[in-house]
């Protein structure tokens, strides 16, 4: 009987057998690149707003409080978004005839809301609580990235669940003092209140402070999900 | 479908309950019958007969590949779906006190057949979202009841009237008023000859100097009133007794002066249900279940409440009795004549049947003992005649009871008077209403709310009256005869009266309208609206100032420009204090003080008529006697465009979406003489001697008296919406409303039946996720509290280690539980001795001996049975309504069920002797929702990890994890998990949505769900606890820096601050967890749910020292009444129950101490 094989198929057997292997570690590594990519996460990525609102501008250069706008972040779960009220408490003053403006005086009049498109967008199964976090010494600048050089607001991190995870696995390596969450720029080694002190040691000292719920419990999945 | 249900065979439930002589629970009748139905239900997770919605023969090979294609491309589709985007919509300007995404409370007031009942509404962004009760409104003490639950979703009913229409043409209120003006002070009507205006029970003080302005601005014009649930019988037996309309309030528990409670010890109840459909019934419910309330450990109380029940239905007051008599509703008349007579109730014979002898003696014994003088109480239930209600008060007063038990008021209702200027009954006041249109007296008539044409009697026909008022030649297309209008919820097709009307004008719910009412003892809310009216509905409130006001004028006071200023001359302050009285009404949701004072009344000269002993007919003819009672769900039929109710299964029987005609075990069995195949489902026409006809499918509930069928109002609506009516548009299930006669409103006598042959199939959910032990879970050793003799007899089939083996329901009698400590244990343990060896696990145990630890505990001794926990917890939980065919696939989604057990009362002497064991059962309740095991056996088998376990001993199930194999509900052998089959939430009106609680995922397809204590409650609680911790501390710290740079002067006053400080950490974090509740919880009436962490917490207490403080909860898992449900299975559940106490009594039951 005539061989059915060609020798060379000894050789093409052993490759396909590399090449699948090769080809389903591929497939999975194209699928996380993907799945984690800014395509997917809408990381850096700007919308269209209604009004080109430049957090560079009234954060970074004017230096007004996150709270000034975003009242409620300490008490709520949600953050706050300004009521046209807050815009057009100096609005009505300064830059009043700004034609980049015009929606906000539009609304005002008009008494119809703005509509923002949201930028940072959690799944509805995700219950995340701003309140906790900016009360237990979570800055802002720790998930929204440095707002006050952003000219228009962009979603810094994945939002996925490992990057939440990465905190609530290691709140010490985020954690800083109450009263600079609302520094964008803090950094312990600078800072008066804690000479000499790293992340690294001042880190473990405020997570037993504040009582951050050990990891075992920072991870339950009621934590977040419900 | 098959038809019908299966014949039970009757005579095996029999003996199968005799065997078991009381030591057995069963939750039906086929469970004793062991029908197949039976068997298969519990064996099986999901039961064959849902496989048969896929039809065999169209499932091919063919159609199997073809679906799967459009599967698997759908899900390629559906994973490239984009992201979806978000919107951010601020305010302009953000109101006071609103903070997106924290709730606010509102209190408010819900009217129900003209009652006032307190209620805390929760707003999400302007959205009412879920009723709580109000603790500080008298009629509700912050319980909740099904009717007020489900209010928050009639508000969202996509099918409510949203238009002024004039005989189905959409019109405008303009065009209304201006007809209703126009026609009012036409020259036809000088004075207001002819004008007429029917109201439900009126009790609201506005509505009222409304209505008698309305006289006296029109002296010929007729005010009329009816309300089918109105407590006419009540009213009457009042006159009767002292003359004049006087209001009962109960005062099962009454407080001294220094806080001591009071409690009624001895209650006979002739046909009353007064934990259930009293207008205070909230308030009795939590008084009389106080009063039994048995606790050693760390509370004493060892003595409870005697309640006698001597009733013609089964009702949930008749369930917690410790004695119960069911009888033909004459006969519970006739016993309170004997009752009175053996009291010294004047006019009074004491002639009585020797039946009753030794049960009348042993009340009338407990009643006359001297421990119990003026701590007694007689009810007396509106079904029952005037004559006995008058008979009741003067038992109340023979037993020195006025004043202590109960106290007498001015009525709360306002009446009508009739045309010899005596208030008019609302029965009398509408068949004086039909008369007139039917002579032609009336041409003008406005319908204010309810609807009438429905509910009333029919002897009183006011829809063909109404017809012929309304159009000429008695006809809807014809021409306008007189001017008629309705104000109501529903538009005119889905309305019986808005129907016949020409003007149908939309009513507003309470949440959304500015008015006032009254409770059932005088105090008055203002109700204040959550949201603007969604439909631009009116009130009556609102409609009635339109014709008070002048011809000349057009005038538009709002809702809350008319009560505010009824209450501006009525608020007993000056003027310039009315704003913080406003205020603070509005806020504490009572007007201060405004509950009636007690009134003395005596009961007028001359004995009380000796009641009307309505003859009971007798068997032989084979009538029956027929009970008409308000439906347990639905109730009038106002409620019954609620998907919420129409699912909540019905106390007793089970039954969902439906109604049925309820008869006794034996009746059955004498129906089947005539018709062999009666079973649950066969329609019998019930005929009255009068003519009035009625199909009703028949139900077989143990229990009822025999020859006497209970029928419950609500259902066979004409016109409705979608969960009125069938999904074909057909009537669903009967109108009890057909048989009722307005001098007879509760019982129909002498009632013929003849069979259709037809089966209405009823859906019940009596038996399902039953726990069972057919399962095989480990050796027979550990299954509990076998009978040895089943165990030990290889030759008893398995089956015979069925449910009354697994000691799920625990009971004893007071007496032998305080015989000695000893027994307390034993109440609870009751032979299981699996329970009390230490319990091994395979598996490595988690440390719960940190943090909070959530528990539960649910007093089985409490919990009558209403059903509040459960509408809680779907209004909570967002759980989805999944309509009749699907609860018959066992496919409903309540995350609670309350399971029902019966158990027989006879002694195995007594059922020897030959009576029923299956007459006059025992009935425990036992609400079972998730039980948080600590070795949850639905854990081990998730192949996706999509429940697990918290550190703080939660069970959790993640739904975004969850790929629905459904392996975790197998495995759980309490059956409290439900899965979602379809997308129930899919094509339910947008309205709907708005109803639901933001802080809870609404589940999709395809993922299990099941109770999470309320998670939701308990993070927000957790977080507030951890926000108002750290808060605190960092003060602490600064004053700790303080103290360092400061000098040593100021020294001890910030030492004393900081430890001021640190003790009121702890104590505002125990008061946090204390006030901590689940949903179901909150809206118990009778507190028999408890929930917490079950750790002792640490509190600094005033001298410094740190105490590690119990919660309610903890404290409960302590007494030796707690149990858990299943222990041998070593499951651990964090839910623990309380075994059930009786208090029979000794003369009645002498062998109660075994």
Partial sequence: MAQLFHPAANTLAKATVFAAALLTAGIGLIYWFIETSPYVTLAGEVRNQPIPFSHAHHVGGLGIDCRYCHVQVEESNFAGMPPTKTCMSCHSVIWTNADMLEPVRQSWRSGQPIVWQRVHNLPGYVYFNHGIHVNKGIGCVTCHGNVDEMPLMYQRGSLQMAWCLDCHRQPERFIRPRDQVFNLHYDPRQDPQHLGETQRTLGPKLVAEYHILPRRQLEDCFTCHR | MREGQPNIDLKAARSRCQSLSGEGLWRSLEELARTDEFRESIEREFPASMIEEFDAGSFSRRNFLRLMGASMALAGVYGCSERPSGKIVPYVQQPEQVVPGMPLFFATAMPLNGFGYGVLVESNEGRPTKIEGNPDHPASLGAANILMQASALQLYDPQRSANVVRVDQISSWEAFRSELMQQLHSDRHPGGKGVRLLTETVTSPTLAWQLDQFRKQFPEARWHHYDPMARVNTQKGAILAFGRPVNTVYQLRRFDSDGKPNDAKVIVSLDSDVLWDEPGSLQYSRHFAAARKVRVRNWWQTTMSRLYVIESTLTLSGSMADHRLPMRPGDVSGFAGALAARLGVAGTSGETPSAWTRHLDAIVSDLKKPENQGATLVLVGESQPPEIHALGHAMNQALGNIGKTLRYTEPVERFPTDTNGQPASSFDSLRELVNDVQHGRVEWLLILEGNPVYTAPADIPLGDALVEMSFLRGSRTGDFANFTAHLGAYASQNSETGYRCQ???????????????????????????????????????????????????????????????????????????????????????????????????????????????????????????????????????????????????????????????????????????????????????FATTDGRKVDAPVMVVPGLPDNVVTMHFGYGRERGGSATMEPDGGRRGFNAYALRDSRSPWFVSGVSHESTGRFHRLVVTRSHHAMDTLGGFGPPDMRGPLKPKNVEDPATPDDERELENRRLVRTATLAYFNESPEHRHFVAALGAEAERKPLLSLYPGWDYSKGYQWGMSIDMQSCIGCNACLVACVAENNIAVVGRDEVARQREMHWIRIDQYFASSLSKQETEGGADPLANPRIYNQPVPCMQCENAPCELVCPVGATVHSAEGLNEMVYNRCVGTRYCSNNCPYKVRRFNFYNWKLGVAPSIDLQHNPQVTVRTRGVMEKCTYCVQRLNNTRIEIEKMTVQLEDRIRALQEQQKSAAAESESGIEGQISSLRREITTREFDMLERLQTACQQACPTQAIAFGSILPVRVVNESGQTEHRLTQVAKLKQEPLDYPLLAELTTKPRTTYMARLRNPNPDLEPHATS
Avoid at chain 2, 513 to 523: L, M, Y
Avoid at chain 2, 586 to 608: H, R
């Fill in chain 2, 503 to 685: 003007w149908q004008v939309p009513e507003a719910h309470y949440l959304e309208s500015w008015g006032d009412i009254q409770a059932f003892d005088g105090t008055a809310s203002i109700i204040q609206p959550l949201i603007g009216p969604m439909h631009a509905g009116r009130t009556a409130i609102e409609l009635m100032d339109v014709l008070l006001t002048p011809a000349s004028q057009v005038r538009n006071r709002t809702g809350y420009e008319i009560v505010r200023d009824f209450w501006r001359n009525q608020a007993k302050v000056g003027q310039n204090d009315f704003e913080a009285w406003w205020k603070r009404t509005l806020e504490k949701g009572v007007v201060a003080d405004s509950a009636f004072g007690a009134i003395d009344v005596s009961i007028s000269a001359g004995p009380v008529a000796p009641p009307a002993m309505a003859p009971s007919t007798q068997a032989t003819g084979g009538e029956l006697d027929i009970v008409l009672r308000p439906d347990p769900s639905v109730w009038d039929g106002s409620y019954s465009n609620n998907g919420w109710l129409q699912e909540c299964p019905k106390f007793f029987t089970k039954l969902v979406w439906d109604n049925a005609a309820l008869l006794s075990p034996k009746t059955a069995e004498l129906l089947r003489r005539k018709y062999p195949s009666t079973a649950d489902g066969l329609v019998l026409t």
